[in-house]
């Protein structure tokens, strides 16, 4: 099992940042990568970021690869979602993820997640 924990959710204005991060317990070495991704109200959960833990590779969605950053902390078994220049439409909660395989875009590709943080953006 692996436990994750998410936060660094809150309310922030139109224009503002926010770092989430996402720690991860247990048996974090049968993990291979990580994921947010979020849903808003009425809408389903998708994808914004995944990162191997092993690897430098990282994906964003393209409609936040100009405003949010991913990355890890392998020694704290860390991953982190800076986000910038927030809109009013990336409010949702966001989940962290955790996957033993090898692909990460996908919410059927993770075997972990977190309980979520409501991110609110005002306007």
């Known amino acids: 099992q692996v436990q994750l924990v998410e936060s660094g959710g809150g309310l922030v204005q139109a224009g503002g940042s926010l770092r989430l991060s996402c720690a991860a317990s247990g048996r974090t070495l049968s993990s291979t990568g990580m994921g947010w991704f979020r849903q808003a109200p009425g809408k389903e959960r998708e994808f914004v970021a995944a990162?191997?833990?092993?690897?430098?590779?990282?994906y964003v969605a393209d409609s936040v690869k100009d405003r949010f950053t991913i990355s890890r902390d392998n020694a704290k078994n860390t991953v982190y979602l800076d986000m910038n220049s927030l809109k009013v439409l990336d409010t949702a909660v966001y989940y962290c993820a955790a996957t033993s395989g090898m692909r990460l875009l996908a919410e059927y590709d993770y075997d972990y997640w977190g309980q979520g943080t409501q991110v609110t953006v005002s306007s």
């Open positions: 990162i191997r833990w092993r690897a430098r590779t990282a």
